[in-house]
């Protein structure tokens, strides 16, 4: 299986910062990432795919970029909606899988 | 708007099986992948497995020996069966759909169900 490691686990921020999170797959998965966003009590939501492709109706301050074994995840201007746990999930070989998750917390 | 709505039991003794069932509204189900995942309390998100409209699946090899995925597209919905769970099954468990045919980035998800294992 391809392991997924992000850092930080945990990364506490304030209201128009700009955060960082990244991503490390164990292999190579080109381009075949993506992003979601999960709230306490609800079902992941996809912000990003195919590492830098934004889902339609996430907002602009919401990117990625990376291939290969290295990604990032960047929100620019943080908004207090921000404030979630963010997972990245290779699909390149099955099965898929998913990092262990990136906790933003209120600084 | 597709929305996807699922149901089974919440509270299993260990040896029993687990079964869910995931209704698909509003859009079509042909062309697309379906998955199930799971997420343990306080832990990561893992892929049970996924299915096409024509019945073809994929399993997570750490579950494949339990896990059985199955589509009704008569009725719209497809369905999760693990057997002989343990407390290690306890989770979240959720259906999802792929972002457009043929892909398997997930942007439609059930609400979620919640299994607990316990004797």
């Known amino acids: 299986d391809i392991q997924m490691t992000q850092s930080p686990s945990t990364l506490s921020a304030s209201v128009g910062d700009r955060v960082t999170i990244t991503c490390r797959a164990s292999?190579?998965?080109?381009?075949?990432l993506a992003w979601y966003q999960q709230k306490p009590g609800k079902a992941p939501n996809l912000l990003i795919y195919?590492?830098?492709h934004l889902e339609s109706g996430v907002p602009s301050r919401f990117s990625g970029s990376g291939s290969g074994t290295q990604f990032t995840l960047t929100i620019t201007s943080l908004q207090s909606d921000d404030f979630a746990t963010y997972h990245c999930?290779?699909?390149?070989?099955?099965?898929?899988?998913f990092g262990q998750g990136t906790k933003l917390e209120v600084k | 708007q597709v929305q996807l709505q699922q149901w089974g039991a919440g509270l299993l003794k260990p040896s029993e099986t687990l079964s869910l069932t995931c209704a698909v509204y509003?859009?079509?189900?042909?062309?697309?992948?379906w998955s199930w995942f799971r997420q343990p309390p306080s832990k990561g998100l893992e892929w049970i497995g996924e299915?096409?409209?024509?019945?073809?699946?994929k399993y997570n090899p750490s579950l494949k020996s339990r896990v059985a995925i199955s589509v009704d597209t008569s009725k719209n919905q497809f369905s999760l069966k693990v057997t002989s769970v343990t407390a290690a099954d306890t989770a979240v468990y959720y259906c999802?759909?792929?972002?457009?045919?043929?892909?398997?980035?997930?942007?439609?998800w059930g609400q979620g169900t919640t299994v607990a294992v316990s004797s």
């Open positions: 999802a759909r792929a972002r457009d045919k043929g892909l398997v980035e997930w942007s439609i």
């Open positions: 509003g859009g079509s189900f042909s062309g697309y992948y």
């Open positions: 299915i096409n409209h024509s019945g073809g699946a």
């Open positions: 195919e590492a830098s």
């Open positions: 999930q290779q699909y390149h070989a099955y099965p898929w899988t």
């Open positions: 292999q190579g998965i080109r381009s075949w």
